[in-house]
């Protein structure tokens, strides 16, 4: 059981250079994220997605751009990277469904991208 | 909007001991959930317990508890007989259960040391 799996794991970037984050889930999962964390400012949220052909901002959204065409895909671009845009980027799935009680997030392992 | 507060950035406990890992958060929402995530060196997220704003019992999973105080909108995370492996980064999380377009938003985590 695969469940969220972020493609790649590390990458360096040069000033300017585009690239594109992959993020899959095979949980069927309604819901799907992407967060930053950065030392001392905890997981924010960059942008989410409530289900297929649907995004929205979240709380640090500039500079990043998504997509989400199929269900269990969601990607996150960033189409001119700064070094502001070094950290490590989490992506995650969930449902809502109170009688399961399957409610939470679960995450990706994580892609640390440096930005030089 | 929602927000999540953690207001101690690093605790220290001897080990076997018990230690209370403080949350509060804002919301005017009345049905929600709350989370408490681990993220050991690893970086994987991990979710430790899940409480339901409508349930007035406050969950349990084996040596971790919370303290639920819904009127105080406080959400504290009680480590009991602490162990080496609960070295970690702890972050408290919110999340609507009324709002379909709804996010799940992060504290800034709080790092717990454990003394031998």
């Known amino acids: 059981n695969a469940g969220v799996t972020q493609t790649p794991k590390f990458r360096v970037l040069k000033t300017g250079q585009s690239m594109t984050l992959l993020c899959a889930q095979d949980?069927?999962?309604?819901?799907m994220y992407w967060y930053r964390q950065d030392p001392g400012m905890g997981l924010r949220l960059i942008h989410y997605?409530?289900?297929?052909?649907?995004?929205a901002k979240g709380e640090v959204p500039d500079g990043y751009n998504v997509s989400r065409l199929k269900k269990q895909n969601f990607l996150l671009g960033l189409e001119s990277a700064a070094p502001s845009q070094t950290s490590v980027y989490f992506c995650?799935?969930?449902?809502?469904?109170?009688?399961?009680?399957?409610?939470?997030?679960?995450f990706g392992q994580g892609t640390r991208l440096t930005v030089v | 909007a929602q927000t999540v507060t953690q207001s101690q950035p690093e605790m220290s406990v001897q080990e076997a001991e018990t230690v209370t890992l403080s949350c509060t958060y804002d919301?005017?929402?009345?049905?929600?959930?709350l989370f408490w995530y681990k993220q050991p060196p690893s970086r994987q997220m991990i979710l430790v317990i899940r409480q339901e704003a409508y349930k007035q019992q406050n969950a349990t999973e084996n040596r971790f508890s919370v303290n639920f105080q819904k009127a105080a909108k406080s959400f504290s995370l009680k480590i009991s007989d602490s162990q080496l492996g609960d070295a970690a980064m702890y972050f408290c999380?919110?999340?609507?259960?009324?709002?379909?377009?709804?996010?799940?938003?992060f504290g800034k985590g709080t790092r717990l040391h454990i003394l031998p």
């Open positions: 949980m069927n999962h309604e819901y």
């Open positions: 919301t005017s929402e009345s049905d929600y959930y």
């Open positions: 995650a799935s969930s449902n809502r469904d109170r009688l399961t009680l399957n409610t939470e997030a679960f």
């Open positions: 999380a919110y999340r609507s259960a009324l709002n379909r377009d709804d996010k799940i938003i």
């Open positions: 997605s409530v289900g297929e052909g649907t995004t």
